[in-house]
């Protein structure tokens, strides 16, 4: 069964901590992996995605992927109020073919 | 109009009822998507359409009526719901499927099925 998991949360930091965001995925074939933020009651957008292992950075956000493990993380460094928000992994390739399949997501909540 | 678009945002059914959920790219998208999200549940992946064709069907019920008249527009139509349909519906599109690109995903149509 292709599985996709991430802690449901809600994981709380406070502003200007790092917030650190897991995920796991069945597949070892998996070859693609995507970090969405969806705000409440709006769509999910694109933040980061990662194909090789190792991290990779863009702004306060940086996505590191272990395919030995068969994990991917998303950390926020200074996190903000703003980045409050549900964040949902994707994973495509392998056995997931060529759809994502999607996490049921991390609640993140910032505090002032 | 720039992205994704989805019409109407917000749709309340009874069970008896048939409509239909329009979805409209403006990025020169070759694939698009219909997915599920309800609460507390990951985004199921419904249909997918690549060049006008229906590529994947994910055991989705025939209530759920998917067309594609164009690389460019996307419809789902709904008959006969049922109270457990009630979720929000997005539709997405990328360049192609089978490439590492991201999805765009429209707003959404929240449905409520009475």
Known sequence: QKEVEQNSGPLSVPEGAIASLNCTYSDRGSQSFFWYRQYSGKSPELIMFIYSNGDKEDGRFTAQLNKASQYVSLLIRDSQPSDSATYLCAVKGGDYGQNFVFGPGTRLSVLP | ?114
Do not use: I
Not at chain 2, 41 to 68: A, D, G, H
């Open chain 2, 1 to 114: 109009e720039t992205g994704v678009t989805q019409t109407p945002r917000h749709l309340v059914m009874g069970m008896t009822n048939k409509k239909s959920l329009k979805c409209e790219q403006h990025l020169g998208h070759n694939a698009m998507y219909w997915y599920k999200q309800s609460a507390k549940k990951p985004l199921e992946l419904m249909f997918v359409y690549n060049f006008k064709e229906q590529t994947e069907n994910n055991s989705v019920p025939s209530r759920f009526s998917p067309e594609c008249p164009n690389s460019s527009h996307l419809f789902l139509h709904l008959h006969t719901l049922q109270p457990e349909d009630s979720a929000l519906y997005l539709c997405a599109s990328s360049q192609e499927p089978s490439g590492d690109d991201e999805q765009f995903f429209g707003p959404g149509t929240r449905l409520t099925v009475l």
